[in-house]
């Protein structure tokens, strides 16, 4: 049965006197529409307190006598946030943990993580199950595969045992409507992939957009009065060798993809393969371990007439340095030099090594999948004045990490086709609590003729339909980079020899 429509005025009662946590105008009015939904899907922006609203929608539920349970499952970034709330918002707060081997029989509240969720669908099949229950999926974008995905086929043998079903993620459709449809047919199985089907299939993104968004909840960072993030494109110039060798991979990877267009992960590997390419060849040759630095050399030598082309990619960095690498530098000086921090984000584990050693006189701090101190580093950064740079992957650092109030400035080297994880990076230093009159900037780096034109075309159109489908002109922005001109090119061969050398007589 569908509820009642809720109004933002009756959302004090419905909470009672058990609630004392405060809500912003935003957050009473995204309450108040999914209480008015069967089943509801929260797109706000991170920053917009999704997890308090959840929290207030739950307990409006529960105060009702309709729910009694609750399951989250989201990333492991997410459980501070939820055992936070719960203490902060609830006089008398829920029994809640993390479901392990051994659950509290007594808890109200389970939290669990997306890897460890197939394992236990049956257990918590049966704990949802025996209670009416609400089942939340944090940073719901996890399983946007939907039955193609572990985590996605998972959350759909469990949604239907659940009297109340709630996603949260600020990127529901990073790859367009696909994403949606899965996310959808959690909420509203069956009817939801056929609304977006159904709205989408016809082309008019604005109008699709009018139909579907009575289905969710979405804050704007507009809403929560935060300036826009000014995003400029460096298109950077391969010097010869580099545009010889990327040019001959991109010959062989053609020919190898004519043999085999339906081999998605060949296919992958190629795209993997041109993405890093596209920064410095080089870091496709084999060094003693895949993830070893680049070693530059200081002055670079000349080119043996006779040599290989293979020999030359291994020696690469010897007679050449990569423009992108030259242009990080380059910003991050600059920025040292104004007193602003930089985050330099990088797909590729050894490009952040390899500009961990160039950038060592601006004591850069390093997080990644491999890092056996994350927390520690990332204090570094946030507390050392001498830390001028944290470098990083969007895969490690996408999600969970506020570091507005310390770093202003952003550096792409690389971007991936994914548009959810840009747009989740870029929140790491654009979100709500950043001072008045804070500019945000984001560099994105791209070799000119190279796959990263594709790339960004593709981010581009995906943006574009994320934008349009959530009525939100601040993500359409993003879709349209405006070009400027690359600061790099202007460090002469005598500078950058300088510097390294300096380097290299001060290792850290």
């Known amino acids: 049965m569908q509820p009642a429509e809720v109004s933002p005025g009756q959302i004090d009662e419905l909470l009672g006197p058990n609630w004392v946590g405060d809500l912003t105008d935003f957050q009473r009015r995204d309450i108040a529409h999914l209480l008015s939904l069967r089943h509801g899907a929260n797109f706000s922006v991170p920053g917009a307190g999704k997890t308090r609203v959840s929290l207030a929608v739950f307990e409006a539920l529960r105060r009702s006598g309709h729910i009694e349970r609750l399951l989250i499952v989201g990333p492991k970034s997410c459980y501070d946030a939820w055992m936070y709330e719960n203490v902060v918002c609830l006089k008398a707060p829920l029994r809640m943990a993390?479901?392990?081997?051994?659950p509290d029989p007594a808890a109200e509240a389970f939290i669990i993580n997306y890897e460890r969720l197939t394992s236990s669908v049956n257990e918590l099949g049966t704990w949802l199950g025996s209670r009416k229950s609400v089942l939340i999926l944090d940073e719901a974008h996890r399983m946007k595969l939907g039955a193609d995905g572990i985590y996605g086929s998972a959350c759909l043998a469990l949604g239907p045992i659940a009297d109340h079903r709630l996603i949260l993620t600020g990127t529901p459709a990073p790859n367009g409507a696909r994403d949606l449809e899965n996310l959808f047919s959690f909420v509203w199985p069956g009817h939801g992939r056929a609304k977006v089907i159904q709205t989408v299939g016809g082309g008019d993104l604005v109008k699709a957009s009018q139909v579907l968004r009575p289905l969710f909840a979405r804050t704007t960072k507009t809403e929560l009065g935060l300036p826009p993030v000014t995003v400029r494109l460096r298109v950077v110039q391969m010097p010869p060798l580099h545009r010889e060798i990327y040019d001959a991979l991109l010959g062989r990877f053609s020919a190898r993809v004519a043999n085999a267009e339906a081999d998605f992960q060949t296919l992958g590997k190629i795209v993997v393969y041109m993405l890093m390419a596209a920064t410095s060849p080089a870091l496709l040759a084999v060094g003693t371990t895949r993830h070893d630095p680049l070693a530059y050399q200081v002055p670079p030598l000349a080119v043996p007439e006779d040599a290989p082309l293979f020999q030359i990619m291994r020696d690469l960095p010897a007679y050449e340095t990569?423009?992108?690498?030259?242009?990080v530098l380059a910003i991050v000086a600059e920025n040292a030099?104004?007193?602003?921090?930089?985050?330099?984000?990088s797909t590729f584990i050894r490009s952040l090594n390899t500009l961990m050693q160039m950038l060592q006189e601006f004591q850069p701090a390093l997080v990644h999948g491999g890092t056996l101190d994350r927390e520690g580093e990332i204090e570094r950064f946030r507390s050392d004045p001498t830390c001028m740079v944290l470098l990083s992957n969007p895969a490690t650092l996408g999600e969970?990490?506020?570091?507005?109030?310390e770093c202003h400035d952003a550096i792409y080297v690389d971007r991936s086709f994914a548009a959810g994880q840009f747009l989740q990076s870029i929140d790491r230093i654009h979100?709500?609590?950043l001072a008045p009159g804070v500019e945000t900037r984001v560099t994105i780096l791209a070799a000119e003729e190279t796959i990263d034109d594709v790339v960004e075309h593709r981010l581009g159109e995906k943006l574009r339909f994320m934008g349009i489908i959530l009525d939100d002109p601040a993500v359409r922005v993003l879709a349209d980079l405006a070009g400027e001109p690359t600061v790099g090119s202007e460090i002469e061969a005598s500078d950058l020899r300088a510097i390294m050398g300096h380097l290299h007589a001060n290792p850290s």
């Open 431 to 433: 979100r709500l609590g």
């Open 337 to 345: 030099a104004a007193g602003r921090k930089t985050l330099v984000w």
């Open 400 to 405: 969970g990490i506020s570091l507005h109030k």
């Open 322 to 327: 990569s423009p992108k690498y030259q242009e």
């Open 98 to 102: 993390v479901y392990d081997r051994s």
